[in-house]
């Protein structure tokens, strides 16, 4: 049996400067599939994911029209739903982006990190949905912003890299949701480098609040790629050095 579909257009709204659909709202797709399928199952309270880990396949472009698949995940004792694997695919049903969540409940709170890289971020109504709580795909603009003014700190403006045609692209991360974050917090994102590679960089990032409770927590890799056809380039040997004089404490972890 086919796991349960709907149908995505994707807008103007949904890309970025190369109209090439921005990495975020891929989840925020995963999302209106999660709904729909919970409303035609019948159940009543909302589904919060408490952790996923993404995959990013191949880009989805302006106009695009995408099947997002939701497939419940179950206890094998209990039949009870623990999880779900999605699905993004093209008109040609090749594989645009792979998601796999569990419910939300086991992401638990870690120790503050060392020192890294930080900035500071408001909670705008525009960040948050029902309860005035953020919602998961915020926290994902959040992070793209702090590892955007990182890399402009080793002197990086992703407008250069567009005109040169090299870029930055996201192709995977693991995230895991911690504690609710409310509308009108202060909070602090970090971007500490935990793997550097000759053609990617991989970044740990959290969000904490004011009083240093963790909220979230992702682990993303980032390749370098010339982005007319998605070929691996060496990174600028001016960015790896920056990398490397940062923090070498922030080693993958756990989401």
Avoid at 101 to 127: C, H, L, N, S, T
Avoid at 174 to 184: F, G, M, N, T, V
Wanted: glycine letters at 12%; charged letters at 25%.
């Amino acid at each position: 049996m086919d796991p349960f579909s709907i149908l995505v257009r994707v807008y103007y709204e949904d890309t970025d400067a190369g109209q090439i659909v921005y990495h975020a709202n891929y989840l925020t797709f995963c999302a209106r599939a999660r709904s729909e399928w919970r409303r035609g199952a019948g159940a009543g309270e909302p589904i919060a994911l408490g952790a996923a880990r993404c995959k990013f396949v191949r880009p989805s472009r302006l106009d695009d029209l995408l099947t997002v698949t939701c497939e419940p995940q179950r206890d094998a004792a209990t039949g009870r739903v623990v999880g779900f694997r999605q699905e993004v695919l093209g008109a040609d049903g090749g594989r645009r982006f792979l998601m796999e969540g569990e419910i939300e409940g086991g992401a638990g709170r870690q120790d503050p990190p060392a020192p890294a890289f930080a900035i500071k971020v408001r909670a705008y109504g525009e960040d948050t949905g029902a309860g005035d709580e953020v919602r998961p795909v915020s926290y994902l603009r959040y992070c793209e912003r702090a590892r955007t003014d990182w890399l402009r700190g080793a002197g990086v403006a992703q407008g250069e890299g567009l005109v040169g045609g090299n870029g930055y692209v996201i192709g995977s991360m693991r995230c895991a949701l911690a504690a609710p974050s409310r509308l009108d917090e202060l909070l602090t994102v970090t971007c500490a480098p935990s793997r550097i590679g000759q053609a990617s960089l991989t970044f740990w990032q959290e969000v904490r609040g004011a009083d240093g409770t963790l909220r979230f927590t992702m682990e993303g890799k980032v390749a370098y790629l010339r982005l007319s056809d998605g070929v691996p380039q060496r990174i600028p040997a001016a960015t790896l050095d920056y990398a490397r004089q940062a923090d070498a404490g922030h080693e993958g972890r756990d989401c």
